[in-house]
């Protein structure tokens, strides 16, 4: 039987298990992790990093456009839910299956920039595609493998998967979203050490067509989770039990994997016993990295779409692009994709240098460039009107020009949602936003400490909160005298710095004030992170135009324009998130809610004649 037994975790034991598995020390310089402590350090990112690609991944480049363009029919592989044996076959051909597997084991060796450049072209074309090529590596095999994995391991599967041997990630199950304390998949061991997995997994993307997964089981006597490589074999209890179906990404082999009693030999643990969450944590610090590339690849396509729309469409005596409105919008998504793409690429190019710990701001970039990405295909969708909302078989059976936006929108809306949605993102970045207080205070948020606890911690308290928080004000006295290479923009990066400070002390008097109940101040922390994220998009666009600029580069005056455009409109979206710190309706909203959840609103929802229940939900009990 593959029936999960799943955990009954508090939330408490929930935040303990992420807590446990988190990273603890950092690796290197975090860009994101110093300005929410008030040390905004523009020179760790300018100037920009820009490691550039190899001519072996240009000519790579050349050959996955052409493939994508003259092979890959996007409204086929839409329309009937299937990829189809001779595009996942070109896939394998051309290596990208391999993408970032070393040449060592039979794969294309890339980089991680030029992994996410590949997916940012694919992302302009499939998002289809894009899932199946990123499910694969970014979460599936290679990744963990790559980190983790023994000489044996990668010998044996990494050549497989750069072969075109499919990979799928399994954690996902019915009681398991976010929540990976309630993981219900077992492992358990036999007399020869080897593992045995019982369990059923959800929404596993390629899934329905992997050769191989990386698995996630919990042994039920030790409660540990550990990660295992698992062959697709129904003769050793796999089952594809179901394939699921979705809104957008329609060809996704994705499904209910069922594992009934699946023999795994003990050397096909990945890691060591109980490191499967932290492996897999880790693994997403960069493998996330491919989502905002590719939604950077929608963007760069919406806006080139709508420019030249807007510039031939004639409405109301002009070409709509002219009307004030629409001209905003145009500019604000050409100015929010330059904000995206500087923070991919950032997030990217840190990735690959030495003494960096890039986990916030692969976060951020996740969360940053999904959300905007998502901003910019509803508006294109509107400047587009009806055009943006009939399908590209449509468009073309009319004679018009077919471009689909309404597949680029059920495709990504999507990317909010899986590998952290949203919301863990933000939680994730609130967790780091928090922790030198956590260090430093931590007996003073714990609300299981003793008074003698809080009274000894108290010295060291005050040795860093008197110098910290006295520096925060005195450092905004040379802030004006600052920045000034940056001529135009300068201004920007002096609200950054400004700013920066101004964050890292209302979230000390959040502190101060919540104690303890900061856990639970979920949209104080959100805004938190929404300011800083913003700022440093703010800067890291800054830091490009400037760098473009200053180097002659021909977009130089263009990209400072863009930075200059996002800048100012991200000054406005920070300062009032920062007035709607102490200026809220978050604990009336919360009141309200929790009595929404108790019933209280019930007047709203569908009745029938007699007053009872009527809705969909209710009829489908
Ligand atoms: C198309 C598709 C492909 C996928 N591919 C894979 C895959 O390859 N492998 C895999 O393992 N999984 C996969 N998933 C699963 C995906 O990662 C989960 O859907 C995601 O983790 C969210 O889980 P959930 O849908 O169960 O939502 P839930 O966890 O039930 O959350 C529901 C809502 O509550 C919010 N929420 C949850 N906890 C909190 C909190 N503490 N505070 C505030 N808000 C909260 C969430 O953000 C969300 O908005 C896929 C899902 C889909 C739909």
């Given at each position: 039987m593959a029936g999960n037994q799943n955990v009954n975790a508090s939330e408490e034991q929930a935040r303990e298990l992420v807590e446990q598995s988190r990273?603890?020390?950092?690796?290197g310089k975090g860009f994101l992790k110093n300005l929410f402590l008030g040390d905004f350090r523009m020179d760790w990112i300018d100037p920009f990093p820009n490691k550039g690609v190899s001519a072996e991944y240009l000519e790579f480049e050349k050959k996955l456009e052409d493939f994508l363009k003259n092979k890959v029919d996007s409204v086929k592989i839409d329309a009937t839910g299937e990829y189809g044996d001779d595009v996942i076959d070109g896939f394998r051909k051309l290596g990208a299956f391999g993408m970032k597997i070393s040449k060592e084991y039979g794969g294309l060796g890339f980089t991680n920039v030029e992994y996410c450049r590949a997916l940012e072209l694919v992302g302009r074309y499939d998002g289809n595609v894009t899932a199946l090529l990123s499910a694969h590596q970014s979460i599936g095999i290679p990744s963990p493998l790559k980190y983790f994995g023994t000489d044996d391991q990668k010998k044996k599967y990494l050549t497989r998967c750069a072969a075109g041997a499919v990979s799928a990630f399994a954690l996902t199950e019915p009681d398991v979203g976010s929540d990976p304390a309630r993981l219900g998949t077992q492992v358990t061991k036999d007399e020869n050490g080897d593992y045995i997995i019982t369990g059923e997994k959800l929404w596993c993307s390629n899934g329905t067509i992997a050769e191989l997964f990386v698995v996630m089981a919990r042994d039920p006597n030790t409660n540990k989770i550990s990660a295992f490589i698992v062959e697709s074999d129904p003769n050793n209890g796999v089952e594809i039990a179901y394939r699921c179906r979705f809104m957008g990404l329609r060809a996704l082999q994705n499904g209910v994997i069922k594992f009934h009693g699946t023999k795994v030999p003990k050397e096909n643990i990945i890691g060591k016993e109980g490191a499967g969450l932290k492996i897999a944590l880790t693994t997403l610090n960069t493998g996330r990295l491919s989502i905002p590339a590719a939604c950077v690849g929608a963007s760069k396509m919406m806006v080139e779409e709508c420019r030249k729309w807007s510039a031939d469409r004639v409405q109301w005596g002009q070409a709509i692009g002219k009307h004030e409105v629409i001209t905003h919008k145009l500019i604000d998504m050409a100015a929010m994709t330059y904000g995206m793409e500087s923070l991919s690429y950032l997030a990217t190019e840190l990735s690959e240098v030495k003494g960096y710990d890039i986990r916030l701001e692969a976060s951020a970039a996740k969360e940053w460039c999904t959300t905007r990405g998502w901003t910019i295909i509803d508006e294109a969708m509107q400047i587009k009107g009806g055009r943006g909302y009939e399908t590209e078989a449509s468009l073309k059976g009319r004679g018009e020009h077919a471009v689909g936006i309404e597949r680029a929108m059920r495709d990504s809306r999507i990317n909010r949602i899986f590998e952290g949605s949203s919301e863990i993102m933000h939680l994730m970045m609130a967790r780091e936003c928090v922790d030198k207080h956590l260090q430093v205070a931590g007996a003073m948020l714990d609300k299981k400490a003793t008074i003698g606890k809080i009274l000894a911690a108290l010295p060291s308290i005050a040795a860093f909160y008197i110098p910290w928080y006295a520096g925060l004000w005195i450092r905004g006295l040379f802030t004006p005298f600052r920045y000034g290479q940056y001529g135009r923009l300068a201004g920007h990066v002096r609200f950054v710095e400004t700013r920066a400070r101004k964050l890292a002390r209302e979230v000390f008097h959040g502190m101060a004030i919540y104690q303890a109940k900061m856990e639970r101040k979920q949209a104080f922390m959100f805004r938190a992170v929404d300011i800083a994220m913003e700022l440093t998009v703010m800067a890291a666009s800054v830091a490009r135009a400037n760098g473009a600029l200053k180097a002659g580069a021909a977009e130089g005056k263009a990209a400072v324009d863009l930075a200059d455009v996002f800048c100012k409109n991200g000054r406005r979206y920070v300062d009032t998130k920062f007035a709607e710190f102490w200026d809220n309706d978050d604990d009336a909203k919360y009141a309200a809610g929790k009595a929404l959840l108790d019933g209280k609103f019930t007047f709203l929802e569908p009745k029938d004649v007699t007053g009872a229940a009527n809705s969909s939900a209710a009829a489908a009990k």
């Amino acid at each position: 039987m593959a029936g999960n037994q799943n955990v009954n975790a508090s939330e408490e034991q929930a935040r303990e298990l992420v807590e446990q598995s988190r990273q603890a020390d950092w690796e290197g310089k975090g860009f994101l992790k110093n300005l929410f402590l008030g040390d905004f350090r523009m020179d760790w990112i300018d100037p920009f990093p820009n490691k550039g690609v190899s001519a072996e991944y240009l000519e790579f480049e050349k050959k996955l456009e052409d493939f994508l363009k003259n092979k890959v029919d996007s409204v086929k592989i839409d329309a009937t839910g299937e990829y189809g044996d001779d595009v996942i076959d070109g896939f394998r051909k051309l290596g990208a299956f391999g993408m970032k597997i070393s040449k060592e084991y039979g794969g294309l060796g890339f980089t991680n920039v030029e992994y996410c450049r590949a997916l940012e072209l694919v992302g302009r074309y499939d998002g289809n595609v894009t899932a199946l090529l990123s499910a694969h590596q970014s979460i599936g095999i290679p990744s963990p493998l790559k980190y983790f994995g023994t000489d044996d391991q990668k010998k044996k599967y990494l050549t497989r998967c750069a072969a075109g041997a499919v990979s799928a990630f399994a954690l996902t199950e019915p009681d398991v979203g976010s929540d990976p304390a309630r993981l219900g998949t077992q492992v358990t061991k036999d007399e020869n050490g080897d593992y045995i997995i019982t369990g059923e997994k959800l929404w596993c993307s390629n899934g329905t067509i992997a050769e191989l997964f990386v698995v996630m089981a919990r042994d039920p006597n030790t409660n540990k989770i550990s990660a295992f490589i698992v062959e697709s074999d129904p003769n050793n209890g796999v089952e594809i039990a179901y394939r699921c179906r979705f809104m957008g990404l329609r060809a996704l082999q994705n499904g209910v994997i069922k594992f009934h009693g699946t023999k795994v030999p003990k050397e096909n643990i990945i890691g060591k016993e109980g490191a499967g969450l932290k492996i897999a944590l880790t693994t997403l610090n960069t493998g996330r990295l491919s989502i905002p590339a590719a939604c950077v690849g929608a963007s760069k396509m919406m806006v080139e779409e709508c420019r030249k729309w807007s510039a031939d469409r004639v409405q109301w005596g002009q070409a709509i692009g002219k009307h004030e409105v629409i001209t905003h919008k145009l500019i604000d998504m050409a100015a929010m994709t330059y904000g995206m793409e500087s923070l991919s690429y950032l997030a990217t190019e840190l990735s690959e240098v030495k003494g960096y710990d890039i986990r916030l701001e692969a976060s951020a970039a996740k969360e940053w460039c999904t959300t905007r990405g998502w901003t910019i295909i509803d508006e294109a969708m509107q400047i587009k009107g009806g055009r943006g909302y009939e399908t590209e078989a449509s468009l073309k059976g009319r004679g018009e020009h077919a471009v689909g936006i309404e597949r680029a929108m059920r495709d990504s809306r999507i990317n909010r949602i899986f590998e952290g949605s949203s919301e863990i993102m933000h939680l994730m970045m609130a967790r780091e936003c928090v922790d030198k207080h956590l260090q430093v205070a931590g007996a003073m948020l714990d609300k299981k400490a003793t008074i003698g606890k809080i009274l000894a911690a108290l010295p060291s308290i005050a040795a860093f909160y008197i110098p910290w928080y006295a520096g925060l004000w005195i450092r905004g006295l040379f802030t004006p005298f600052r920045y000034g290479q940056y001529g135009r923009l300068a201004g920007h990066v002096r609200f950054v710095e400004t700013r920066a400070r101004k964050l890292a002390r209302e979230v000390f008097h959040g502190m101060a004030i919540y104690q303890a109940k900061m856990e639970r101040k979920q949209a104080f922390m959100f805004r938190a992170v929404d300011i800083a994220m913003e700022l440093t998009v703010m800067a890291a666009s800054v830091a490009r135009a400037n760098g473009a600029l200053k180097a002659g580069a021909a977009e130089g005056k263009a990209a400072v324009d863009l930075a200059d455009v996002f800048c100012k409109n991200g000054r406005r979206y920070v300062d009032t998130k920062f007035a709607e710190f102490w200026d809220n309706d978050d604990d009336a909203k919360y009141a309200a809610g929790k009595a929404l959840l108790d019933g209280k609103f019930t007047f709203l929802e569908p009745k029938d004649v007699t007053g009872a229940a009527n809705s969909s939900a209710a009829a489908a009990k």
